[in-house]
């Protein structure tokens, strides 16, 4: 099963990357804590992002976005979950984007005891409400989206993902999905992420990925950009 995932994401993996004409590479890095309280745990995720190339006569932009969330384990079935996100991105010198968006979602784990199982497949489904405020005299705009991850996890050196010292591969494939077609460009776009985690302690885990995104303007209109990310993170943990 775990294989045939894997196959499926990788097809979409690369039906993208033939889809769109356009394609730039990005850089994300995070820096995330986390406090676990029993079934609570609070986390703070700092996340700037840069442009690394792009298509001719594409700008160059650059971002930072810095997320508290809160997840609760309300069954072994599902957690609720529950974000507030304060982001700034420079799109060139004359202006400037100050974005915050809510969030809300569960997490449904497909597997009745995850942590008991060889893998783990899960699914997150969210709403997000956001606002953007611009530094020109363009007037703020509000926008709804919703967004459903599924997500694969496999550990490789040891029986389950919790335990320290395991390196664990990730895959998961997302779909952002604007209410209605905003002004904001690529707010409709498909997502798929590649990689894998490696969990020192309990304290420190380490995880890097490769991500495509690929965009359109519209909900009627084609994918017609592809964007490359290179993602690393490190997350500490209370």
């Known amino acids: 099963m775990a294989q045939l995932a894997f196959g499926i994401l990788g097809t979409l993996l690369w039906v993208s990357a033939e889809a769109a004409a356009q394609t730039s590479t990005t850089l994300w890095t ?3 804590f986390d406090w676990v309280r029993e079934k609570v745990t609070y986390e703070v995720d700092f996340e700037p992002k840069i442009l690394l190339s792009a298509p001719p006569g594409e700008p160059g932009w650059r971002n930072l976005d810095i997320t508290s969330s809160i997840e609760y384990a309300a069954r072994k079935r599902f957690d609720l979950t529950g974000e507030l996100v304060v982001g700034h991105t420079t799109q060139s010198d004359q202006l400037g984007t100050t974005e915050f968006t809510l969030r809300g979602g569960v997490r449904i784990h497909l597997l009745e005891n995850p942590r008991k199982r060889r893998f783990v497949i899960r699914d997150w489904v969210r709403v997000e409400s956001r606002t953007f405020f611009y530094s020109n005299d363009d007037p703020d705009e ?5 967004r459903n991850r599924l997500e694969l996890l496999v550990p490789v050196n040891k029986p389950t993902v919790s335990e320290d010292g395991v ?13 209605f077609d905003p002004t904001e460009r690529f707010a409709s776009r ?12 309990q304290a420190w885990r380490f995880f890097a990925f490769y991500i495509r995104n690929r965009s359109r303007n519209t909900l009627s209109e084609e994918f017609t950009t592809n964007e490359n990310v290179l993602n690393f993170q490190v997350r500490r943990v209370w």
């Open 30 to 32: 995070n820096l995330t």
């Open 142 to 146: 509000s926008t709804v989206r919703f």
């Open 167 to 179: 390196v664990t591969a990730l895959a998961d494939w997302e779909w952002f999905i604007p209410w």
């Open 190 to 201: 498909q997502r798929i992420r590649m990689g894998g985690s490696y969990r020192r302690s």
